[in-house]
């Protein structure tokens, strides 16, 4: 693969008139060694090649890029010649659009076959399904003989809907081929030039931006620098006001200065701070988001009620929350979509924590009164996945040092580590680094790096991707074992295992080989834990034992104690538990009143439990927790946890009963046994 920051080599060749680049220029611009310069070079000639291009040429110090070089570098990029583009309908659809959308030229029908290459039939099917499609987001593809086609339609939408093609689109080969066709309409270097700007404005402003996000934001900036003048965005006069409050506001407006000469262009300076908010980490030294810095430790609260764990550090964990909270509210609120191409994995993955996650962020919903997308919950999820692992075993035998290099941003570096301490619990991970902090640490600080992306090293490297499949977690593991010999980490060769049981049996209809894989991988890797993956369901742990209805006219402390005397008698927890669960809710106040008239009594593990275990009581009455009027109870379940991930199935399950209306209003309503154990059989399903 070509380095991209040879764009920047093209980008100043079309400055010049000779088509001439020097060595010690070469070397800049690709920020590298002579030795790493030339092998660059080798790869551009490899799809020069390919493409019946003049080769770069070499004499001394000095190498020549053709004219022709550079008119065709984005079918050098990718290695393909333009005849062997093919676009897909849907490809074909969403260009149309964003190509309209530009209007840098006054469409028409012939002017999409020609840039699609594809016949007028076609191109007027394809239309006929966008205007469809349209008419759905609000937005009309008009046309007019003196004027070609056009989109009409509120502005805001116009552009989110340019964002979702995008989107859509930048994934693959030939969606960035036709995006960097659309902007080369307007100049040949445009998109080079842009990448290049954008680049330097990043980081000579030392943005902290997750870097999977650039390549799309320049996409849309630079189809937006197209748009802009003809059809600026509306914004409300207190819409404006907080966002000139932002301190990325005047970087927006510095930034724009460059390709605008407009006088009044606050609205324009304004949707590009957006754009940057959206992709941007939360900044804590901007007292301006403030208020979502308390939000961050409401939502981190609000877990810990609802997943029944005590966050370490909460301080620390509430910034790195707020790095991620600032770029999702904008992106929430704006409309500007994320795709999460990892959301049906940690769903299936961690399905339990996701569901528990999504109840946390209710206190976002209700502040920005709206839903929050799957999308950004998948990513809240790893955030809390992530320090929930950290903690789980806080006491290892850490013979081996290993650190993690991610590049990526806050979640992936959260899903690895995540990830790796899982896999590696007897491994002490010194940190999360970036590639260029590595060569300042010392070797005798750690013993092997767990990396996204390749880097030299003296010590031992994996490279490895941030969410890893059963495959890739048993090969890991097996790497690492055979390298350092880990104590406490003995895992056979379940590949060898697998073989030797299909020698022996016939696996029954519906059971694949590979299905057979991962279900010994996922047991070996539980022993490996030493605990058990998946904690039980709510409607085993909740049954005829430890189910009750109570109509005593009690006080909140001794319903608590009638609430937790099943897990008394089955020998979950000895009686100082209860005591400890009360002195909780004197120390802190009426932080287990989970909302709705639901209370969820606990203490720590070590305030005596013995396993882990759960209770129910619904009182016929409501009793007022702390005598306060404005948290009545109805019903109190007692948890006694072991750890920090055992429960959280049981939760899970709970908490789905406990957000759906209909169900919270039968559980309430409930007045015998028979009929709360009925809802809690049902719920889970």
Known sequence: MINKRFNRIIVELAKKEENIITKEQLMFFLSCSESKALEEIGKVNVNLTILGLPLIEQTGDQFFISALVQHRWNEVIIGRKFATIVYSESDRQALLYLITFTELENLSVFHYQSFLRVSRNTVLADIKKMRKKLERMNIQLTYSRRTGFHLVGNEKNVRTVARKYILKIAITETGKWGLSQILKIKTNTFYWELTANFEKFIQNNELSVVPSRIEETIWFIGLLLCRRLQHPVIFSKQELQELEQLNIYKLSELFLKEYTEDEDNSSEIAYFTIILMTIVQGDISDTSLNHWMQTADKIIRNMERLAVV??????????????HLVPAIYRIKYKMPLSNVMIDQIKESHEELFELTKSALYQLEEEMKTVIPEDEVGYFTILFGGQIAHQTQTEKISNYRGIIVCPNGISSSLIMSAELKKLFPTIEFKGIYLVSEVSQLS??????????????????????????????KNQLLHEVQHDFLIPGLVVPSINEIVEIILDHVDLRKGITKEKLLRTVTNKVMKEVRGMKEDGPMLNEILDKDTVQVSDEKLDWEEAIALSAKPLVNNGSIEKKYIEAMINKV??????????????????????????????????????????????????????????NEMHLRALSDLTKILSHKEKLQCLLEAKTQTELLKIINEGVI
């Open 586 to 643: 004197k120390e802190f106040g009426a932080f287990i009143h989970i909302g709705e008239g639901v209370a969820l009594p606990h203490a720590r593990p070590e305030d005596g439990v013995n396993k882990l275990g759960m209770s129910l009581l619904k009182m016929k009455e409501p009793v007022f927790l702390l005598d306060d009027e404005k948290h009545p109870i109805r019903i109190f379940i007692c948890l006694a946890a072991v750890d």
């Open 443 to 472: 070797d005798a600080e750690y013993d092997m790096i767990f990396t996204s992306v390749p880097i030299a090293s003296p010590k031992k490297v994996y490279q490895i991707r941030p969410l890893l499949t059963t495959k890739e």
């Open 310 to 323: 005590n966050f370490s550090n909460r301080q620390k964990f509430a910034i790195d929350l707020f790095s």
